[in-house]
């Protein structure tokens, strides 16, 4: 299961000042230095993974580092840099090579094993080199089992249904795509853009007039599924 950070939600990060490099996630959002994600898992059993995107202007090569964790025990968490991954729970210092652009994808993955409590994983990532510009950085990992599951032939689930101030809607696509509101009109009354892969999107819906709306999935400009959404205050 991929799980993308909410924004919003995956929050909001400060640019960190004079850093020659960078770790964003897949939304171009800066990660800073002390920072903390915020994932909510849906499923206790399987891998779940945030996607990440490391460049930096000075050197071809980064260090990346599990620096702690407070998982429960039979938890596991793992990371893959570029095309290496590494044992779960591996907390030796690995120096990865970037690509030609000086570029590499950070994929951090994390298997609660059937566990219900809180985890954080704390991450350390610097310049070959240049360890006093280092980001630290933290996930924490919880679990909500009661978000409705995608079954089969579903794209997309919102719950709650009927929505007071807040709706989640929870999307499975193959390709980027768009999650469009519109109100029973017809009027188009807000836009998501959707990342491939599995992932779950705030929507606030406490500026809205009660009423009936509809949530569609959008692929090239083609609405691919629309379902019901009903807001009550």
Do not use: W
């Given at each position: 299961?991929r799980?993308?950070?909410?924004?919003?939600?995956?929050?909001?990060?400060?640019?960190?000042?004079?850093?020659?490099?960078?770790?964003?996630?897949?939304?171009?959002?800066?990660?800073?230095?002390?920072?903390?994600?915020?994932?909510?898992?849906?499923?206790?059993?399987?891998?779940?993974?945030?996607?990440?995107?490391?460049?930096?202007?000075?050197?071809?090569?980064?260090i990346?580092?599990?620096?702690?964790?407070?998982?429960?025990g039979?938890?596991?968490?793992?990371?893959?840099?570029?095309?290496?991954?590494?044992?779960?729970?591996?907390?030796?210092?690995?120096?990865?090579?970037?690509?030609?652009?000086?570029?590499a994808?950070?994929?951090?993955?994390?298997?609660?094993?059937?566990?219900?409590?809180?985890?954080?994983?704390?991450?350390?990532?610097?310049?070959?080199?240049?360890?006093?510009?280092?980001?630290?950085?933290?996930?924490?990992?919880?679990?909500?089992?009661?978000?409705?599951?995608?079954?089969?032939?579903?794209?997309?689930?919102?719950?709650?249904?009927?929505?007071?101030?807040?709706?989640?809607?929870?999307?499975?696509?193959?390709?980027?795509?768009?999650?469009?509101?519109?109100?029973?009109?017809?009027?188009?009354?807000?836009?998501?853009?959707?990342?491939?892969?599995?992932?779950?999107?705030?929507?606030?819906?406490?500026?809205?007039?009660a009423?009936?709306?509809?949530?569609?999935l959008?692929?090239?400009?083609?609405?691919?599924?629309?379902?019901?959404?009903?807001?009550?205050?």
């Amino acid at each position: 299961m991929r799980i993308h950070i909410l924004l919003g939600i995956f929050l909001a990060f400060a640019s960190f000042a004079n850093a020659q490099y960078t770790v964003t996630d897949y939304n171009d959002v800066n990660v800073s230095d002390g920072g903390n994600v915020n994932i909510e898992l849906t499923d206790n059993t399987a891998n779940n993974s945030v996607h990440f995107h490391l460049f930096s202007s000075n050197s071809s090569q980064i260090i990346f580092q599990v620096l702690s964790s407070t998982q429960p025990g039979g938890a596991t968490n793992m990371a893959c840099v570029g095309i290496h991954c590494y044992p779960p729970n591996n907390y030796t210092t690995h120096t990865e090579s970037l690509d030609g652009n000086n570029e590499a994808m950070l994929v951090l993955y994390y298997n609660p094993n059937g566990t219900t409590e809180t985890a954080i994983v704390t991450y350390k990532i610097y310049e070959s080199g240049n360890q006093s510009n280092a980001i630290t950085f933290s996930i924490t990992y919880t679990i909500n089992t009661g978000i409705p599951q995608i079954k089969t032939g579903e794209n997309l689930v919102a719950f709650p249904n009927p929505a007071n101030d807040m709706v989640k809607i929870r999307y499975n696509v193959k390709e980027s795509s768009k999650l469009i509101v519109y109100n029973i009109v017809g009027a188009q009354v807000t836009e998501k853009s959707l990342l491939p892969g599995n992932g779950i999107v705030n929507i606030e819906t406490i500026n809205l007039p009660a009423g009936t709306y509809f949530y569609s999935l959008v692929s090239e400009s083609k609405a691919t599924e629309t379902k019901r959404l009903v807001i009550k205050h």
